[in-house]
């Protein structure tokens, strides 16, 4: 068997004049918790709908396992689907509920009987099984859903947003029981999210979607740290990166950014200038993200905290530098500042992030 | 200060409450008081038809027996009429009725579902299935008499299982339909992924979520075809009698046999309330509805 369970190739799908999904393609490894991340919109559910089988692209090829599947139904297809509403039917018991799969596949009742309850404990379901599924809460019908798909082995588990309804602190214990059952069953996951944190935490790989199609596939901390355009860097990361237009100069290791209203020095020594030369006179917009701004008394920049916004064990500062440029900045919550104070910043050139103005496409890796 | 506050409040309660149980009492009377005059008048004797009391001066059964045998009292009635035992009748409408009701629920599910779960043919073609509802029932009976002469469904059940279903099946359409569009689609999804064929799917997941909507347009439907006068008296001349042209033949010259129609209305009237007790644990979600989003 091969190593790729699922293959996406030039998958597109159209709804009247929309472009759902435009030429996707991507392959998953075995036992990967593969995430999709975009913004509402962006087509992550109508591609978990076609590996599903439950819509067909207009164009494009999906394998499972190596099969083609493109023209298969769902139920020809190893996959299970979890969705947003779980979709527990109500007019049966969880133990229906989580034997209803078993029910084709030609099993006697003690087999059924006997995989339900080994699920249903693992799940923690196992006082539930003969309560109507009407009855019971949210996150147990989710696990219940969970078990449904679990119980027939498939290939591939499709998750549709599922912690988007729960509160956010049975989120977080979930999202800790989803990767402990991702490990204990080996399965392979796609997960389909709006959430970039939650992509961050769980997800072996990440493909960031916008408008259809996929902009970058990726670790997350490839994500992170070498985002491969604007949508992807402004996206990806909580506070937003802070951008800055301008045109990039380098002179005697000094480099500056020449903003509208004047030069900005970003920093007084950098060791490969030449690394600048292929983008001097060019119109970029650099990305620093909020936590790559220190603040240091020897710091280059300087400006006056506008607003401070508290995170909890955060926070988050507004400083007004060279006039009219807004930056966020994050401390800790120990930071002894106050709205007003004006203070000196300094910014981690290493993790400075240059992208093309016109494109938005990242231009250089600074390491 | 207070005390005298809710003393007023508790005062005006009791007063709309007097009134609420009074308007009610109003409406049971309103309905009850007929039919307590039709039992009594079942059971009273020819002499006593047009009488005004409410008890029966002397009891008598004559009235039922009479349905079923109406020679044997001929004799007793100043005019003998020629009439039918009422069994036919009975087993015609039972025919009628129940079967006209499977063919429109049956379809009309079906209908249901596929305007519930697919945008064509539209909402503007499904409100046209109304269009036998908007015209005057008389409007259609001329036409039919003509169609149905030429194609022998005169005086036929056949005919009239075929009208009352075709006249029906858009009360089942739309009932069930509401039942059907709150059902989640992914509910369906899933049952297709866990591995259901379509059909099963319907079995398994639509008709019991559906089943409420399925039992209250059924007995809707019985009752109407059940009741249904006008279309049967012009369509059926012997064979095909139901039971409410059965009853309005209960008439000779010198006038109608009231205990008769009486007696007959009761019996007739014991199906629907039978089955409308046998199902009421549906009728009671079928008309209360929300059981179905979590």
Known sequence: MSNIVLRLENITKRFGDLVAVNNVSFDVKRGEVFSLLGPSGCGKTTTLRIIAGLEKPDSGKVYIDGEDVTYKSSRERKVCLVFQEYAVFPHMSVYDNIAFGLRFKKLNKEEVSKRVREIAELLDLDELLSIRASKIGLSEQQRVAIARCLVVEPSILLLDEPLTLLDARIKERMRRELRRLQREFKITVIYVTHDQLEAMMLSDRIAVMNKGRIIQIGSPKEIYEKPSNLFVATFVGSPTINLIEGVLRVSNNRLMLSAGNGDILLSDYIEKPEVFREIFNKEVIIGVRPEDIIIDPGGLLQGEIRYIEALGDRMVLHINVFKSIMLRVLTDLYTRVSIGDKIRLRINISNLHIFDKVSGERIINMR | ?294
Not at chain 2, 128 to 150: G, K, S
Not at chain 2, 241 to 260: D, E, R, W
């Open chain 2, 1 to 294: 200060m207070q005390m005298v506050d809710s003393g007023v409040f508790n005062m005006r309660r009791i007063i709309i409450n007097i009134i609420k149980y009074m308007v009610i009492l109003f409406f049971i009377l309103w309905i009850a008081i007929p039919v307590a005059w039709i039992i009594s008048l079942s059971f009273k004797p020819y002499g006593e038809w047009r009488t005004a009391s409410f008890i029966p001066n002397k009891p008598t059964l004559d009235n039922y027996i009479m349905l079923f045998s109406p020679r044997v009292l001929s004799a007793f009635i100043a005019y003998t009429a020629v009439i039918e035992p009422i069994t036919r009748p009975m087993i015609n409408s039972v025919i009628v009725a129940s079967v006209a009701t499977l063919i429109a629920v049956g379809i009309g599910f079906f209908v249901a579902y596929g305007a519930s779960r697919y945008n064509s043919p539209g909402p503007f073609t499904l409100f046209f299935t109304l269009l036998t509802r908007m015209l005057p029932p008389a409007t259609f009976v001329t036409p039919l008499v003509v169609y149905y002469t030429t194609l022998s469904l005169l005086d036929n059940v056949i005919g009239l299982i075929l009208l009352y279903a075709a006249a029906s099946v858009t009360y089942a359409i739309w009932i069930i339909k509401g039942f059907i569009d709150s059902i989640p689609v992914e509910w369906e999804e899933v049952a297709l992924i866990e591995g259901a064929k379509p059909i099963e799917v319907i079995r398994r997941v639509v008709l019991p979520i559906a089943r409420p909507g399925i039992v209250v347009s059924g007995l809707f439907i019985f009752l109407l075809s059940w009741t249904e006068l006008l279309f049967a008296l012009v369509l059926t001349s012997s064979q095909a009698v139901t039971l409410p042209v059965q009853i309005s033949k209960y008439v000779t010259g010198v006038g109608p046999l009231y205990g008769a129609q009486a007696a007959a209305a009761l019996i007739g009237s014991l199906p629907p309330v039978i089955i409308g007790y046998i199902i009421q644990r549906h009728l009671i979600t079928g008309f209360t509805f929300g059981l179905v989003r979590t």
